[in-house]
């Protein structure tokens, strides 16, 4: 990942890279962590130097206690990300106030607006055999600015992935993307999920629309009850 001597912390503004800022000394990242979609998202950053005296502009944050749960009422949401895949990251801080919802509620409300996330559920719908694709995954590539993409592939045995070469190309992806095989679900955000140890493109790919597309993925091995896809001889 990137060195933390590389890394500094601005404080005490609203604009993106401006205003007193502090070198960081080392990090460290949740050991759980996979993706930022999987849980544990969270890494402490220890800085070479102390912030100044805390005041009304810069204090520390209260944290919530384990197994606290969040109340219903009105939420502060801040930070400096882009709020849609094709903005550019915004200069000042963004922040926006809502409500917040139980746990309860969300899941409600996600159901019923978004209909595609039943397939979590353990009903069978349609008369649709939840293991009629056992051999597909989803390929997930993650940067280390964060950024995701995804991708299909189909398991060829317990260590080998087919997915296309656009998904893996030119990007340096094996030395600076983390690879993933998220497989044996139904759930973009649920299920197993394996790390890739090695890729290899076809030699005469260059572009998806002048054929070629393909790759495999080596991974460890997968050891849910899953079925390759069969190939012709």
């Known amino acids: ?3 933390a001597k590389e890394i500094r912390v601005f404080f005490n503004t609203t604009v993106g890279n401006k205003g007193p800022c502090i070198r960081v000394e080392r990090g460290v990242i949740h050991e759980k962590y996979l993706s ?3 849980g544990y998202d969270i890494a402490l950053l220890k800085l070479e130097q102390a912030l100044p005296k805390f005041n009304r502009f810069v204090r520390p944050i209260c944290l919530p206690r384990k197994y ?5 009422g009105p939420m502060l949401l801040a930070g400096y990300g882009t709020t849609n895949f ?3 990251v915004p200069r000042h801080i963004m922040y926006y106030f809502t409500n917040a919802l139980t746990e309860e509620k969300c899941d409600k409300a996600l159901v019923k607006h978004w209909p595609s996330l039943r397939l979590s559920s353990s009903k069978v719908l349609c008369s649709w055999n939840p293991h009629q694709l056992a051999w597909m995954v989803q390929v997930v590539t993650i940067s280390l600015r964060g950024k995701v993409s995804y991708c299909g592939g189909s398991i060829l045995n317990r260590n080998v992935i087919l997915t296309a070469a656009h998904c893996v190309m030119n990007r340096s992806m094996f030395d600076n993307w983390k690879i993933l095989v998220h497989y044996n679900t139904t ?3 649920r299920g197993p999920m394996i790390e890739v140890k090695r890729g290899i493109v076809h030699k005469r790919f260059e572009r998806a629309v ?11 091995h997968i050891t849910s009850t899953v079925t390759g896809v069969s190939s012709k001889k």
Do not use: M, S
Request: glycine content about 8%; hydrophobic content about 30%; cysteine-free.
């Open 68 to 72: 606290e749960r969040t109340d219903e």
């Open 1 to 3: 990942g990137q060195a």
């Open 210 to 220: 002048k054929g070629y597309d393909i790759a495999l993925l080596e991974v460890r």
């Open 36 to 38: 930022p979609y999987k």
């Open 187 to 189: 759930n973009l955000f």
């Open 86 to 88: 094709k903005n550019k």
